[in-house]
């Protein structure tokens, strides 16, 4: 069973950095789409970034571009990080780790294609 735990959150001023981090456990390859979703007070869950681990290759959502960056692990191939930084009281949300198998359609930022998700890590961000 494909797990995924995601951690990191917390509380920082406007300006602030935080870095999250999502383990996949219980999958057998080391290619696979990951991707960071959020879900704010009152508002959809929207796509913050993805990284396609075949290639490294990695996608933002605008705003968030120049801000925010997905890195790996240097050790643990399992393991990626989301560096946020300059951190604004909007970015105030649940963050959600996601991730599926290399195969199949859809759009990146489509949260209906991830079929494995992570419990959420709250991001609070003060002004």
Known sequence: QVQLAESGGGSVQTGGSLTL??????????????????????????????????TGASYYADSVKGRFAISQDT????????????????????????????????????????NWWGQGTQVAVSS
């Open 21 to 54: 981090s999502c383990v996949i456990s219980g999958y057998a390859y080391s290619t696979y789409w990951m991707a960071w979703f959020r879900q704010g007070p009152g508002k959809d869950r929207e796509i913050v970034a993805a990284v396609y681990t075949g």
């Open 75 to 114: 050790v643990k191939d399992n393991t990626r990080y989301l560096q946020m930084n300059s951190l604004r009281p909007n970015d105030t949300a649940m963050y959600y780790c996601a991730a599926r198998p290399p195969n199949g359609g859809g759009r990146w930022y489509s949260p209906e294609i991830y």
